[in-house]
């Protein structure tokens, strides 16, 4: 079976740069800092995990659904349902997909609103 290793440095340090981000915010909380400039460090501190977690998938594509593919039989099979059902898992974690889906919170989702209700825009929750 094939393992992350091949990639683990830079696996490791997205994920130590993910972890300063997040003690960054820690810190400006700490300082006081102006609300809307933490807001900003959250917004790129939350993009860090999804770009980190495409990183992974893509690296599982390449390497262990591939190569398990590519033998064939039950591991492939199995492999693939692993990728889908991972992809299916990182779409419904993510928020704003799920608003372009019509899930939660659609109504609030300016993207999904009809002519009529944009003269009066609704508030967000």
């Given amino acids: 079976?094939?393992?992350?290793?091949?990639?683990?440095?830079?696996?490791?340090k997205r994920l130590r740069r993910i972890g300063g981000?997040?003690?960054?915010?820690?810190r400006m909380v700490e300082e006081d800092t102006?609300?809307?400039d933490v807001l900003t460090q959250v917004s790129a501190t939350t993009r860090a995990p999804r770009?980190?977690?495409?990183?992974?998938?893509?690296?599982?594509?390449?390497?262990?659904v591939?190569?398990?593919?590519?033998?064939g039989g039950e591991d492939g099979?199995?492999?693939l349902k692993?990728?889908?059902?991972?992809?299916?898992?990182?779409?419904?974690?993510w928020p704003l997909l799920d608003h372009a889906r019509g899930g939660r919170g659609a109504a609030e989702n300016p993207c999904t609103v009809g002519p009529a209700d944009r003269a009066a825009p609704r508030p967000w929750r």
Avoid: N, P
């Avoid at 992350?4 to 830079?10: F, I, V, Y």
């Avoid at 770009?51 to 594509?61: E, I, K, N, V």
């Fill in 34 to 36: 102006y609300c809307i």
């Fill in 77 to 79: 099979d199995l492999k």
């Fill in 51 to 64: 770009s980190f977690a495409l990183q992974m998938l893509d690296g599982h594509m390449d390497t262990c």
């Fill in 21 to 26: 981000q997040v003690r960054g915010l820690r």
């Fill in 66 to 71: 591939r190569t398990a593919v590519a033998e």
């Fill in 82 to 93: 692993e990728a889908r059902d991972a992809i299916a898992r990182l779409v419904r974690s």
């Fill in 1 to 12: 079976m094939v393992s992350c290793s091949h990639h683990e440095e830079d696996v490791l």
